[in-house]
């Protein structure tokens, strides 16, 4: 009887496609404070947005905001503004600005001269900023019209290039004819005009085409008489109501969890215990996983095997882990995925404070920090994915 047996080589070859292909999908991974996918992150926080769940756009915000990352968050913002509410509320427009304007102020004020985030960090003014542009898109009316073109044009990769053209143009050409429609006062005129020119140099939004696509959904809401969102802005909350929401949700350390062996010798913090403790909110929150397509979603193996056993490698790009690792004599090793320490001890020590063991965590965890689901395609793709998927929020 033959027995087959494999040629070292093919395994070997298999091995490294394998790898190659899992390289490929973890490419952009970026794994925040608390190991969520920033990717994941910001769509979390725009649906929470759009289902008008303050408390979780709240906690989506800051998770992006304490880990480092206040350009993705403010470019998040600004996103969800021009592709959902900026064609019903163009006079937000300003007090848009100012609050995204202060997130970053606030943000490199606490980072700069060599300082580092930490569990001391507290970017109150950031955190006002926020709280004022989540509280106030919440009473505003939701237009999805920007959103449907732009998912249209974005996914049409053959003729993205022409699209985008042919947007250009339009601006150059056609936007003082739309705008000159009768059904459009002389104020609303120069008002589109002067927002306009200051959309073409806000660099929140790098993406030319998506502005004026929303300039044109504005217009043509103007054009139709469609009721637009008041110019009404809500008051700020008192301080204790401020630090009620947002305590909670600044970054917490090993000292933050719950001790074991209190009142003894043996009394400690752990480490591993701040994931549980403080990563309340998990990515599949509101999903209807019912309606997930298996051909369109899978087992999002390479995201869960970076999670388990390279999670520091991934993490130490955002700007809090590059922090705490910098503190250590490491060197960064591409090859196998780890941060390599020079000393055990320097190993043991960090591991001490900041060791939070994703493998060893409940499965439930592993539920809230990934989807444990991976979208192919580009992230618009995953973006209305994730919108479909969660009840109330029609996006076609």
Known sequence: ????????????????????????????????????????????????????????????????????????????????????????????????????????????????????????????????????????????????????????????????????????????TGLESDLDHPAIAETNRKKVKTTAKKLAKNHNIPCQALKNIAIHKLIENLKNKNKMGKKLFLAEPSDNDHDSIFQPLRTKGRIDTPCTSQGTPFQRHQPHKILPTFATRGILDGIDTSKINPSTCKPATSFINAYFYHWLYYASSTPIWKHRIDKYKTSTNHQTKEIDFDSDEDLEQFHEEYGLEPDEQSADMHKKNLALLQWEGQESKKLTWSLKLHPGIPVA
């Open 1 to 172: 009887m033959n027995q087959r047996t494999q040629n070292p080589n093919n395994m070997n070859s298999n091995m490294e496609m394998k790898m190659k292909m899992e390289e490929k999908h973890t490419d952009n991974l970026v794994f925040t404070r608390y190991l969520y996918p920033e990717n994941d992150v910001t769509c979390s926080l725009v649906t929470s947005i759009l289902k008008k769940d303050n408390d979780a756009a709240f906690f989506w915000s800051c998770e992006l905001l304490y880990s480092g990352l206040a350009e993705k968050l403010t470019h998040t913002l600004w996103t969800a503004y021009l592709q959902y509410f900026f064609a019903s509320n163009f006079e937000f427009y300003n007090y848009m600005e100012k609050q995204t304007d202060q997130i970053k102020c606030d943000y490199l004020k606490t980072t700069s001269d060599n300082k580092t985030l930490d569990e001391k960090s507290v970017m109150r003014d950031a955190e006002k900023a926020i709280h004022a542009i989540l509280r106030n898109l919440a009473i505003r009316p939701r237009c999805n019209s920007v959103a449907n073109l732009w998912t249209h044009v974005s996914d049409d990769e053959d003729n993205s290039e022409t699209v985008i053209k042919a947007w250009d143009f339009w601006v150059s």
